[in-house]
């Protein structure tokens, strides 16, 4: 069903078919309506390791990626550190994501995780910086959660299940990124290597109702490969695994 949908709607009638699908889908409080969308956090029930498979969270590993944004190639580095930060009682992991071109700074984001004792990894907040042509320093997309109203999402189930639907994020306005379980299994090739298992999402946010992303998750590593499926072209792959 989902070849179909790719392959015969237009970038709005198919991002209006993932929203109503998201916003549809039962039995996950993210994929609640906006209004009435806060999680409530057990600081108790987190546990200090992010090994969910399919998001594993190492400190001290490097993920590189290669790719293509507003038009320019650049190269993505995900650090995961040591550092931590409390968010809504809980203890967070901080991870470093650095993207340049031809070694200039385009993009610095501080993202922050943690997994509970069920295996889901929540996604608590970022800062990010994005160093325009002309100087000056975006840095939208900046949130955290219990601050101005901004809540936390799942990045990854523990045991994710095609159709399931959920929300990454929530800062009206700002921050509305959802996730649709769309395969499981089977292979595919980036520069890495061929890696196998993996999970297929579709995310999109209703702020950006013409934007499509597709991310293919693989074992032991998360994120191997990125791409915009609707909207500006947008790729990243991963060359090169560090610790």
Known sequence: MCKKVLGSLTSVALAGVIFATLASAGGTPPSAAASSYE?????????????????????????????????????????????????????????????????????????????????????????????????????SGSWQSDVNDGEPGVIMEANPQIPDAYRQEYLKGQAEDTAWIVNRGGSVTVPYGTVHRVLTSLEFARIEPHVVDRKIYAPGLGIVSEVSLTGAHETANLVKVIG
Do not use: C, M
């Open 39 to 139: 999680p409530v956090l057990d600081p108790s029930h987190f546990v200090a390791v992010i090994d969910n498979p399919y998001f594993p969270l190492p400190v001290g590993r490097t993920l590189v990626y290669t790719g293509i944004k507003d038009g320019k190639t650049q190269i993505d580095r995900v650090t995961v550190t040591s550092d931590t930060k409390v968010l809504e009682g809980v203890t967070a992991t901080a991870v470093h994501d650095v993207a340049t071109h031809h070694r200039k700074l385009l993009e610095k984001t501080t993202d922050w995780y943690a997994q509970d004792d069920q295996g889901n990894v929540w996604y608590l907040g970022e800062n990010t910086k994005a160093y325009n042509p002309d100087g000056t320093v975006d840095t």
